[in-house]
């Protein structure tokens, strides 16, 4: 009831292309869900993060798309960087709180 | 970055020896965390705050203490520890305001290796 799932493990994009993470999760009471970014040596930080209310949310490049009814959502970075090359997770809570964390993923961006 | 800082940095000790990693906030914020991160595992969640002296369990709790004395600080104690505790410790912090969710902040982390 509590696992997320992501995939895939790891991630190879050219540079300017799509990079596509999905996570799916059990617990129809998660009401929030957070990307995170971590580069190595530094802990995770929030890249954007979605409510169930809606479908779709986009900041700059990147864009979560959420299907409540699948329970599932999926990170899309446009344009891929090589400054993007870091390791992502994707995350579930309730009420803000106690999060749990999908495995990750480590996309490389290559130039 | 948020006024997250977690001591010490990097940790080795033996199997059986009590370890403390210390988590400092200067945000104020109400709500704290200790995570562990393995790889393959993403985080999972040892303990949390939610005030002063108040704790409760996460899903990887045990062998794990914690204590939270002061809102700045939240204090993680492995009383005897084993070496499937190697591992990178983050200390987290966020804040609720009005019903709405605020992000969690991560510290920088605490390699510790037990031998």
């Known amino acids: 009831q509590q696992q997320v799932k992501q995939s895939p493990q790891s991630l190879i994009v050219q540079k300017g292309g799509i990079s596509i993470i999905n996570c799916a999760y059990e617990?129809?009471?998660?009401?929030?869900f957070p990307w995170y970014q971590q580069f190595p040596g530094k802990g995770p930080a929030l890249l954007i993060a979605i409510r169930p209310d809606v479908s779709e949310k986009k900041e700059g490049r990147f864009t979560i798309s959420f299907n409540k009814s699948a329970k599932q959502f999926s990170l899309h970075i446009m344009d891929s960087q090589p400054g993007d090359s870091a390791t992502y997770f994707c995350?579930?809570?309730?009420?803000?709180?106690?999060?749990?964390f999908g495995p990750g993923t480590r996309l490389s961006v290559l130039p | 970055d948020a006024g997250i800082t977690q001591s010490p940095r990097h940790k080795v000790t033996e199997t059986g020896t009590p370890v403390t990693l210390r988590c400092h906030q200067t945000e104020n914020h109400r709500y704290m965390y200790w995570y562990r991160q393995d790889p393959g595992h993403g985080l999972r969640l040892i303990h949390y705050s939610y005030g002063v002296k108040d704790t409760d369990k996460g899903e990887v709790s045990d062998g794990y203490s914690v204590s939270r004395s002061k809102t700045e600080d939240f204090l993680l104690t492995l009383e005897s520890a084993t070496s499937s505790q190697t591992s990178v410790y983050f200390c987290?912090?966020?804040?609720?305001?009005?019903?709405?969710?605020?992000?969690?902040?991560f510290g920088p982390g605490t390699r510790l290796t037990v031998l």
């Open positions: 987290a912090i966020s804040e609720t305001v009005g019903g709405s969710y605020n992000e969690q902040f």
């Open positions: 617990n129809t009471a998660f009401d929030y």
């Open positions: 995350a579930a809570s309730k009420y803000g709180q106690n999060f749990v």
